[in-house]
Nanobody
Framework: VQLVESGGGLVQPGGSLRLSCAAS????????MRWYRQAPGKERELVAR????????NYADSVKGRFTISRDNAKNTVYLQMNILEPEDTAVYYC?????????????WGQGTPVTVSS
């Protein structure tokens, strides 16, 4: 199982970035996909979530209206389009795949991609 994030980097406030997460080794279309982030000295927080078929999305209040999560099940890839970036968005962004199971759910993580918003 692999989740490989890409697209992070340095961007000025007000700018945009598009993160990608390429999945392999599991049935991507059966999993809920999530983007988390962790800023220095802070706990990891959920940023956005998308259902397995792509029809259901949820966002943290802090990114609503600025970030958009999407997925392409044919390409086994989930995306996070980030617009109007703010310095507070600086963090390492992680891709997560989750599926309910019995007795345990299945939960996979990528290695993270850093995003720095600074002038």
């Amino acid at each position: 199982v692999q989740l490989v994030e890409s697209g992070g980097g340095l961007v000025q406030p007000g700018g945009s970035l598009r993160l990608s997460c390429a999945a392999s080794g599991f049935t991507f279309s059966s999993y809920v996909m999530r983007w988390y982030r962790q800023a220095p000295g802070k706990e990891r927080e959920l940023v956005a979530r998308i259902g397995s078929a792509g029809g259901s999305t949820n966002y943290a209040d802090s990114v609503k209206g600025r970030f958009t999560i999407s997925r392409d099940n044919a390409k086994n890839t989930v995306y996070l389009q980030m617009n109007i970036l703010e310095p507070e968005d600086t963090a390492v962004y992680y891709c997560n795949a989750w599926r309910a199971g019995s007795p345990y759910s299945e939960d996979y993580w990528g290695q993270g991609t850093p995003v720095t918003v600074s002038s």
